[in-house]
């Protein structure tokens, strides 16, 4: 199987914005020896590592941990996308075959309509043209402007990480629900299971889970989703197995054997092209 959503990290690097104390048990150093049990133990071969800093120094600090480590299939990196160097930074990333993506961190900006930039829908295109992934990072509230951009790059092979983090501690559906149907119905746009439980309560239940990965499983279908375990963030509130073991159950009350193995291995393979 193939994890299409996994950090590493240094604490000591530094450009980590949102990294600090108070998250506890991630607070530390988490890097491949720490993983590669939990993968083991699940029956995760191959992994998708994602950037966590907004700086292209860790997209070449994750690049460095690519090239020596055998289960990492490829980095998924950070690139300034409101610069006018973006494509040559681009062109520059794409030489190395270990960088399959790129991933800005829309979630954590002041601006919730960054997306319509217009540098940023310049490079947009930049990455349609090039046919690299495009990682979205967000909350429900920034679904409509990635709606907006969406129409203007038809062509984008985009994921949405994280099914758009709803409120499930609070049991919110709407606007969800509809935003994320108005995401679906772009046909090269697909969508992760993960990250959903360090959206609910501490004491989450299978239940808590159930009607948004049903509406993802609708609205997407076996094509377009993808299993990610979002490890070590996903520590915060379940381990690496119980994480894995959530989406299976969850999943499999929709899809039998090959569409699974769409999900857990090949769609995320063929999405990232390893």
């Known amino acids: 199987m193939l994890d299409s959503h996994q950090h590493f990290w240094k604490t000591s690097r530094t450009d980590y914005g949102w990294l600090t104390p108070a998250l506890g048990t991630i607070y530390r150093d988490f890097m491949p020896d720490d993983l590669q049990r939990e993968m083991q133990r699940a029956g995760i071969t191959r992994t998708i590592l994602i950037q966590a800093a907004e700086t292209e120094a860790e997209t070449d600090f994750l690049l460095s941990i690519a090239a020596e480590t055998d289960f990492v299939a490829g980095v998924v990196g950070w690139l300034d996308l409101d610069s006018e160097e973006f494509e040559e930074r681009l062109a520059h990333y794409r030489s190395n075959p270990l960088f399959v993506g790129v991933r800005p961190m829309l979630q954590g900006l002041d601006d919730d309509a960054f997306i319509l930039r217009p ?102 279908g076996p094509d377009r989703l993808m299993f990610g375990s979002d490890w070590p963030v996903c520590l ?32 995320a393979a063929a999405f990232y092209r390893v």
Not at 149 to 170: C, F, N, T, Y
Not at 242 to 264: C, M, Y
Request: aromatic share 8%; hydrophobic share 45%; proline share 7%.
């Open 119 to 220: 540098r940023v829908l310049k490079s947009l295109k930049a990455i349609e043209a090039a046919g690299l992934p495009f990682d979205i990072l967000t909350f429900t509230r920034h679904l409509p402007h990635v709606a907006r951009a969406l129409e203007q790059v038809p062509g984008l092979r985009a994921v949405i990480d994280h099914i758009s983090k709803p409120e499930i501690a609070d049991g919110n559906f709407e606007p969800w629900a509809s935003r994320m149907e108005a995401i679906a119905a772009f046909p090269n746009v697909s969508c992760k299971i993960s990250g959903m439980v360090t959206e609910a309560s501490p004491d989450w239940r299978l239940e808590d889970f159930r009607r948004y990965v049903d509406h993802v499983a609708t609205i997407f």
């Open 236 to 267: 915060m509130a379940a381990s690496y197995g119980e994480v894995a073991n959530l989406a299976r159950s969850l999943l499999s009350r929709h899809f039998g054997p090959p569409a699974l193995e769409k999900i857990f291995e090949t769609n």
